[in-house]
């Protein structure tokens, strides 16, 4: 077996299995080589879905409502925040989809020490938007199909519907790790949305499903952690005013977005250079 000194190394990681190690330092060397595509597609997206989020929050709910103060808050006072974190949500996770085409053109060839712009990435990942769309909609599709099954048990088991809702959670966390690699294998090896379903979950089991679980969970806390710092302060600079909020909203998703889904990336080249060798990877990425 190579060593570290022995493996070869064309660009951002060795050509050779990776460990968290070699996973973190190659999402640090990505994001250093590429920053107008990686930081600048992630400041773009931030800004985008900022401003759509608050452009239809205003239009829909009549302005930029705060979370209600109260012990116990009424339906009445939790509608308006439940209706803009909705839109939030939807917002974001949509425009994520640019961004995570983005990477998934500059990291494949990264890892053979090429670097890519910004115009470069979105000429290459635009025809792909649609089946991104596609594989969101799907996934998405299937978790509200859990999620209803679970507020159903639980609506009519009582005590009991919560024990039976509890497998609708390990579903969940299931298919949320089986497929992390659908947009890779999308943009990637150009692939469509049931196929690029199927063959995530295939080389997530290649080499481990708890692998994938144990990194993504590390590096979502420990993201987690200080996107929740740096927000507290801007709170606090700002005196919790929504300006104050959006910036640190966009500050921190243009850093941390763009470094997890590089790390994605990045696992999703490992798991399928373990199972399938590194040629293929290369004559796509080239």
Same mark, same amino acid.
């Given at each position: 077996?190579?060593?570290?000194?022995?493996?070869?190394r064309?660009?951002?990681?060795?050509l050779?299995?990776?460990? *968290?190690?070699?996973?973190?330092?190659?999402?640090?060397?990505?994001?250093?080589?590429n920053p107008?595509?990686?930081f600048?597609g !992630? *400041?773009?997206? @931030?800004?985008?879905?900022?401003l759509?989020?608050?452009?239809?929050?205003?239009?829909? +709910?009549? !302005?930029?409502?705060a979370?209600? $103060?109260?012990?116990?808050?009424?339906?009445?006072?939790?509608?308006?925040?439940?209706?803009? $974190?909705?839109i939030?949500?939807?917002?974001?996770?949509?425009?994520?989809?640019?961004?995570?085409?983005v990477?998934?053109?500059?990291?494949?060839?990264?890892?053979?020490?090429?670097?890519?712009?910004?115009?470069?990435?979105?000429?290459?990942?635009?025809p792909?938007?649609?089946?991104?769309? !596609?594989?969101l909609?799907?996934?998405g599709?299937?978790?509200?199909?859990?999620?209803v099954?679970? +507020?159903? #048990?639980?609506?009519?088991?009582?005590?009991?519907?919560?024990?039976?809702?509890?497998?609708?959670?390990v579903?969940?966390?299931?298919?949320?790790?089986?497929?992390?690699? @659908?947009?890779s294998?999308?943009?990637?090896?150009?692939?469509?949305?049931?196929?690029?379903?199927?063959?995530?979950?295939?080389l997530v089991?290649?080499?481990?499903?708890w692998?994938?679980f144990?990194?993504?969970?590390?590096?979502?806390?420990?993201?987690?952690?200080v996107?929740?710092?740096?927000?507290?302060?801007?709170?606090?600079? &700002?005196?919790?005013?929504?300006?104050? $909020?959006?910036?640190a $909203?966009?500050?921190? &998703?243009?850093?941390?977005?763009?470094?997890?889904?590089?790390?994605t990336?990045?696992?999703?080249?490992?798991?399928?250079c373990? &199972?399938?060798?590194?040629?293929?990877?290369?004559?796509?990425? #080239?």
């Amino acid at each position: 077996m190579s060593t570290d000194n022995e493996a070869l190394r064309l660009g951002i990681v060795p050509l050779r299995p990776l460990g *968290l190690p070699d996973l973190v330092g190659g999402t640090v060397q990505a994001l250093r080589r590429n920053p107008r595509a990686l930081f600048g597609g !992630g *400041l773009l997206v @931030a800004v985008i879905a900022e401003l759509v989020t608050v452009a239809v929050t205003v239009l829909v +709910v009549g !302005g930029l409502p705060a979370a209600p $103060t109260t012990e116990i808050p009424t339906f009445a006072e939790l509608r308006p925040f439940l209706i803009a $974190t909705m839109i939030a949500l939807l917002v974001v996770e949509v425009m994520a989809l640019v961004l995570v085409g983005v990477v998934n053109v500059v990291v494949p060839r990264a890892v053979f020490g090429h670097v890519t712009g910004l115009r470069a990435a979105l000429t290459a990942m635009l025809p792909k938007l649609p089946r991104l769309l !596609g594989i969101l909609a799907a996934i998405g599709a299937m978790m509200i199909g859990i999620a209803v099954i679970a +507020v159903g #048990a639980i609506v009519l088991g009582g005590e009991a519907g919560v024990l039976l809702a509890f497998p609708a959670v390990v579903a969940v966390v299931y298919l949320s790790m089986a497929f992390s690699f @659908a947009a890779s294998v999308a943009v990637v090896e150009d692939q469509g949305v049931i196929e690029s379903l199927r063959r995530s979950r295939t080389l997530v089991h290649a080499v481990g499903w708890w692998r994938v679980f144990g990194i993504l969970l590390l590096a979502g806390l420990a993201t987690g952690i200080v996107a929740a710092i740096v927000g507290a302060l801007f709170e606090t600079v &700002s005196g919790g005013s929504s300006l104050g $909020t959006s910036l640190a $909203t966009v500050l921190t &998703s243009a850093v941390f977005a763009p470094a997890t889904t590089v790390l994605t990336t990045l696992l999703y080249v490992d798991h399928r250079c373990r &199972s399938e060798g590194i040629e293929g990877l290369w004559r796509e990425a #080239a």
